[in-house]
């Protein structure tokens, strides 16, 4: 299976502050298409995940633009730009390039 | 809009089964591509498996064979999960999610005795 790897596990910050997210797999997960199909979820508390970035990159529906995916291969980042309390939670990335699908162990955004 | 309505919480024996449905709204369901995840609280989450409305084709997550059964019923637009042979390990909150811009609200499953 292939492993994800997110960095740190937790996060403390302000309210206005910028933050990165790192997630690495331990395969490429470029797909036979051309396609890396490598995404950014946020699981705010007691709620289901919500989809942020798709394929790397994309902006999934109605996601402020303060949010902003980049990487490719086997390294990708997530970044928060200007942070809100609406922010927080905990962000997982995930891939659905090769089965079974995997997720990162996930990054809990906390205010500071 | 997309609507994805799971069942009520359940509090099963062990060695039980349990069955999840997922009831669907705002979209074409029966060429539509269904996933179930599995999240203990605390933890990250886990691909069960999919399944495809259109024909029933299914793909599972290795760890979960034998465990799970994805069925759908196109008259409804609706899937379904059936957990067997239950244990405390099964306890956690299951998912039913399309395409992962849509989310059911998850079912806590608790195997107690």
């Known amino acids: 299976d292939v492993v994800m790897t997110q960095t740190p596990p937790s996060l403390s910050v302000a309210i206005g502050q910028s933050v990165s997210i790192s997630c690495k797999s331990s395969q490429s997960l470029v797909y036979s298409d051309g396609k890396t199909y490598l995404h950014w979820l946020l699981q705010s508390p007691g709620q289901s995940p919500k989809l942020l970035i798709y394929q790397v990159s994309n902006l999934g529906s109605g996601v402020p633009d303060r949010f902003s995916g980049t990487g490719s291969q086997k390294d990708f980042t997530l970044k928060i730009s200007r942070v809100e309390a609406e922010d927080l939670g905990v962000y997982y990335c995930v891939q659905a390039t090769h089965f079974p699908w995997t997720f990162g162990g996930g990054t809990k955004l906390e205010l500071k | 809009q997309v609507k994805l309505q799971q069942s009520g919480a359940e509090l099963v024996k062990p060695g039980a089964s349990v069955k999840l449905s997922c009831k669907t709204s705002?979209?074409?369901?029966?060429?539509?591509?269904m996933s179930w995840f599995k999240q203990i609280p605390g933890q990250s989450i886990e691909w069960i498996g999919m399944?495809?409305?259109?024909?029933?084709?299914?793909g599972y997550n290795q760890k979960f064979k034998g465990k799970a059964t994805l069925t759908v019923d196109t008259s409804s637009s609706t899937a379904y999960m059936d957990l067997s042979s239950l244990t405390t390990e099964d306890s956690a909150v299951y998912f039913c999610v399309e395409s992962f811009a849509y989310w059911g609200q998850g079912t806590l499953v608790t195997v107690s005795s």
């Open positions: 399944i495809y409305a259109g024909d029933g084709g299914t």
């Open positions: 705002g979209y074409t369901f029966s060429t539509s591509y």
